[in-house]
């Protein structure tokens, strides 16, 4: 058992990890910020057990974190915490820059004294989580290895390949003791509101016009959320130092194939307003919409022995169920700013 810091723990993945963790034992602390995409009831699950934590601070706020980690001890840091919407980073880039890229630099550094401070101890882990979307776009054949080159396209992914970049710096350097993920497309419960399949799900459950972008022939490898947390779990405890693993899910899907899926599933637990894929509309694509993503996940099969255990159709069966199930949680976020409202188009 460990106790994990992990930033970003109000958030969608992050949450989903806050929850595995505490289950299986370990100690948490959550920090987050609480901007718009986070809510706290994400963890409320786990929030009455002695196992978890809660800092609210930011983590460009050097002074906190330096607080943060000499109150809590932490055994191992999970660095979550990032603004994560293609669209808003199209929109206003400014927080993406600063967030992911500042932010990180700020963590890593109250990590590296912290770390130095207490002799630098074998056990502790700086694992830091992103995304595919920092090796670019592929054509239709071939999948994304730790070797891809980096080749982002937007601001969202151009700041995450930053902060990879640091993170690896400061291993080499200082020889902090860090372990790299990327991932695929996460979808799941706890998903917040402007992401495509909450979008799909909210839009055919109101009976609006269900929006896709360009032609809807953008391929992405879903993952779902748990089985990511899972993955992340495992990369924290036995990857090796220095290296990073590439997370999918081995369920490639164009996005109007997957919208369509979740339109049947729609059919069927709500028959009365069949058939959902006729409020299906194809909309303007986003500036530098990447046309296709996969994750080879050789590495983490091979050395760690992890794979994902749900399908897509298992996955957004369950997606499906939870949304419908749970009002309470999303109709609040339909609020917040931003949400409901096209993106992306600046």
């Not at 990032?82 to 820059?97: K, M, Y």
């Not at 339109?263 to 637990?269: I, N, S, V, W, Y």
């Not at 091979?302 to 159709?313: A, F, H, K, Q, Y």
């Not at 298992?314 to 499906?320: K, P, Q, W």
Request: glycine share 8%.
């Amino acid at each position: 058992m460990k106790k994990i810091l992990i930033t970003g723990g109000a958030g969608f993945i992050g949450s989903a990890v806050v929850r595995l963790a505490v289950a299986r034992g370990h100690a948490v602390v959550n920090l987050d910020s609480l901007t718009y995409a986070a809510n706290l009831e994400n963890v409320a699950p786990v929030a009455a057990s002695p196992l978890y934590a809660f800092e609210h601070a930011d983590i460009r706020d050097r002074a906190a974190l330096d607080r943060i980690l000499a109150t809590h001890r932490p055994d191992a840091i999970m660095h979550l915490a990032a603004e994560s919407h293609v669209d808003r980073s199209i929109d206003g880039p400014g927080a993406f820059i600063d967030t992911n890229i500042r932010g990180t630099y700020a963590l890593l550094e109250a990590a590296r004294a912290w770390w130095t401070q207490q002799g630098r101890p074998e056990g502790f882990r700086f694992h830091h989580v992103s995304t595919d979307e920092v090796f670019g776009s592929l054509g239709p054949e071939g999948k994304f290895t730790e070797e891809t080159p980096y080749d982002p396209r937007s601001p969202y992914s151009a700041s995450k390949a930053a902060s990879d970049h640091l993170v690896r710096a400061w291993h080499e350097t200082y020889g902090l003791p860090v372990v790299l993920s990327n991932c695929s497309n996460n979808y799941g419960p706890y998903h917040f509101p402007e992401k495509l399949v909450p979008v799909v799900i909210l839009k055919a459950l109101a009976g609006e016009a269900i929006p896709v972008y360009g032609d809807g022939g953008n391929v992405r490898d879903w993952l779902y959320v748990e089985d990511h947390a899972d993955a992340l779990l495992t990369v924290l405890e036995r990857g090796e130092l220095g290296r990073s693993y590439n997370i999918g899910g081995e369920n490639e899907a164009t996005n109007l194939d997957l919208v369509r899926v979740i339109c049947a599933l729609m059919d069927e637990r709500r028959p009365e307003a069949a058939p959902h894929d006729r409020l299906i509309t194809l909309v303007p694509d986003r500036p530098g919409h990447d046309r296709r993503y996969a994750i080879d996940p050789a590495r983490i099969r091979g050395e760690l022995g992890w794979r994902p255990s749900v399908t897509v159709e298992e996955g957004l069966a369950r997606t499906v169920d939870w949304y419908l199930g749970n009002e309470d949680w999303w109709r609040p976020l339909l609020a917040r700013e931003g949400v409901g409202r096209r993106l992306g188009t600046a």
